[in-house]
T-cell receptor
Framework: GDSVTQMEGPVTLSEEAFLTINCTYTATGYPSLFWYVQYPGEGLQLLLKATKADDKGSNKGFEATYRKETTSFHLEKGSVQVSDSAVYFCAPYSNTGNQFYFGTGTSLTVIP | EAQVTQNPRYLITVTGKKLTVTCSQN?????MSWYRQDPGLGLRQIYY???????DKGDVPEGYKVSRKEKRNFPLILESPSPNQTSLYFC???FGTGGEQFFGPGTRLTVL
């Protein structure tokens, strides 16, 4: 069945460091790919998405490119801030199963 | 304000005492879903609904029931809660089956 593998955390970085959170998926068909972010004490909210191969999603300085050949959707940011501290979830959407598959989440802490 | 609301936000109950967690959205979304979030397991889908009177099982439906009598409401029912249902529960909604999901603030349930 469909699944997603996400880089385990927790990840701790200094402010202005480069961030990569790896995400790979297995899916039948051509899923849409999403990254969600969960700030402390809150529900998840959409960070960015890509709906077809080679699309790049971007928002708030974060980017991820839909790589069909490697079935990956890695999240990157060039310079993290303390306010980026949160849990990040990779979530492919399977249009054959009509459901999202969420990764286990990667906790990021950015220290000043 | 567009939002998904859940009630209650916190609940402590005992084994076997039926409970309902309500979920309501004011965005006229067709798709609604329930997830549970557990440490190390990420979010797992319990049930989802593609429209009124249309519901289907997600990955972990055992011990839960749902109903979708109105478009805006999607309550989660635990007929006989057990301690292994202690978790953080999120309701989410979206326009279509593959669209951005909007999440509620979460309900933290403890079953003693």
């Amino acid at each position: 069945g469909d699944s997603v593998t996400q880089m385990e955390g927790p990840v701790t970085l200094s402010e202005e460091a480069f961030l990569t959170i790896n995400c790979t998926y297995t899916a039948t068909g051509y899923p849409s790919l999403f990254w969600y972010v969960q700030y402390p004490g809150e529900g998840l909210q959409l960070l960015l998405k890509a709906t077809k191969a080679d699309d790049k999603g971007s928002n708030k300085g974060f980017e991820a490119t839909y790589r069909k050949e490697t079935t990956s959707f890695h999240l990157e940011k060039g310079s993290v801030q303390v306010s980026d501290s949160a849990v990040y979830f990779c979530a492919p959407y399977s249009n054959t199963g009509n459901q999202f598959y969420f990764g286990t989440g990667t906790s990021l802490t950015v220290i000043p | 304000e567009a939002q998904v609301t859940q009630n209650p936000r916190y609940l402590i109950t005992v084994t076997g005492k039926k409970l309902t967690v309500t979920c309501s959205q004011n965005m006229n979304h067709e798709y609604m879903s329930w997830y549970r979030q557990d440490p190390g397991l990420g979010l797992r889908q319990i049930y989802y609904s593609m429209n009124v009177e249309v519901t289907d099982k997600g990955d972990v439906p055992e011990g839960y029931k749902v109903s979708r009598k109105e478009k805006r409401n999607f309550p989660l029912i635990l007929e006989s809660p057990s301690p292994n249902q202690t978790s953080l529960y999120f309701c989410a909604s979206s326009f279509g089956t593959g669209g951005e999901q909007f999440f509620g603030p979460g309900t933290r349930l403890t079953v003693l």
